[in-house]
């Protein structure tokens, strides 16, 4: 095979690699957000010949994020936020159930059916805060520091979420 040959047939093998690579990278897992769970009940409704509830869910994928690093104060030894809080983006899970209903409400209404999407949940993990026993330099004292009682501080966690659900009844929801 002559060399023209050869270098063509490499640049074709990796324009062809490059854009299955691109095609594959366009949807990491990562970037998803969520991933389906669904419940497998066909089997089951096929084999007793009855209709059972469908049943679904999402779990959400956690991303931790970038901790606010310690803040320099004036007149203290040792930064404010010593143990940072750590940021984590993830959701409640959802669900998704549709089930069937005697046709007690009448014929337009023999189905139920819930749906709890997955919702965004950002949270903040413990962070810690203290300082030393000793203040900053003193000039009054030729540079020797002053004796404080020393502190320490729980930063709590945070949590927020705004979960939401629909109910629904219908037919054939």
């Known amino acids: 095979m002559k ?3 050869r270098g063509t047939l490499a640049a074709v093998i990796t324009c062809v690699a490059a854009a299955t690579g691109a095609a594959v ?3 990491p897992a990562a970037a ?3 991933v389906p769970v669904p419940v497998p009940l066909d ?3 096929k084999s007793l010949n009855v209709e059972l509830p469908t049943v679904g869910g999402e779990i959400p994928l956690p991303t931790p994020g970038a901790p606010e690093g310690p803040r320099f104060v ?3 030894l040792i930064p404010d936020r010593v143990v940072p809080q750590l940021p984590v983006a993830a959701g409640l899970p959802g669900l998704g159930l549709r089930a069937p209903l ?3 409400l009448g014929a337009d209404f023999n189905h139920v059916g819930l749906d709890a999407p997955a919702s965004d949940l950002r949270t903040q993990g413990p962070g810690l805060a203290l300082d030393a026993p000793l203040t900053a330099p003193n000039p009054d004292r030729f540079g020797l520091p002053d004796l404080q009682a020393p502190q320490v501080g ?3 966690p945070v949590l927020q979420a705004v979960p939401g659900a629909d109910l629904g009844l219908g037919e054939g929801l």
């Open 3 to 5: 060399s023209t040959t």
């Open 25 to 27: 990278s366009v949807t």
């Open 32 to 34: 998803i957000g969520t």
């Open 43 to 45: 089997g089951v409704e």
């Open 74 to 76: 004036e007149g203290r």
């Open 102 to 104: 005697p046709e007690v």
């Open 154 to 156: 729980v930063i709590t």
